[in-house]
Nanobody, 126 residues
C-alpha cells in the first residue's frame, strides 16, 4: 500500500523558513517523480514544485521560484521542500504527491498526480 506522510509545517513569520518532509512507503521511491502542491482556503489546489526520480530535473511554479527548493533522499525514501523568504500568501495546506505516469515530464495539473499525502499546514504571519 502506497503511503505519503508530510511533516514540518507550522507557524512562521514572514521572511522566515520551513522545511517540509514527505516520507514515502510501499513504492519504488527511487524510480518515481515526486511533487508538492498547496491549497489555501477557498482556492484550488496549485502546483508548487516537482522533481524527477534522480532529483536532477526540477520544476517550480513561478510564484515560488528562487525561494523554494525541492529535493529528495532516495536512501531515506523522503522528499523535501525547503521554503525560504516565506510570505503570507504562501499560507496553505501543503501536499506531496506522486504522478500517475512514471514518465512524468513536469505537468502542473493536479490530475496528473494519483497518490497524495494528508497534507501539512503552513501559516505565515505578517
Amino acid at each position: 500500500q502506497v503511503q505519503l506522510v508530510e511533516s514540518g509545517g507550522g507557524l512562521v513569520q514572514a521572511g522566515g523558513s520551513l522545511r517540509l518532509s514527505c516520507a514515502a512507503s510501499g513504492l519504488p521511491f527511487s524510480r518515481v517523480a515526486m511533487g508538492w502542491f498547496r491549497q489555501a482556503p477557498g482556492k484550488e489546489r496549485e502546483f508548487v514544485a516537482a522533481l524527477n526520480p534522480t532529483g536532477a530535473r526540477t520544476y517550480y511554479a513561478d510564484s515560488v521560484k528562487g525561494r523554494f527548493t525541492i529535493s529528495r533522499d532516495n536512501e531515506k525514501n523522503t522528499a523535501y521542500l525547503l521554503m525560504n523568504r516565506l510570505r503570507p500568501e504562501d499560507t496553505a495546506v501543503y501536499y506531496c504527491a506522486m504522478p500517475r505516469n512514471v514518465l512524468y515530464s513536469g505537468s502542473a495539473d493536479p490530475a496528473a498526480f494519483g497518490t497524495w499525502g494528508q497534507g501539512t499546514q503552513v501559516t505565515v504571519s505578517s
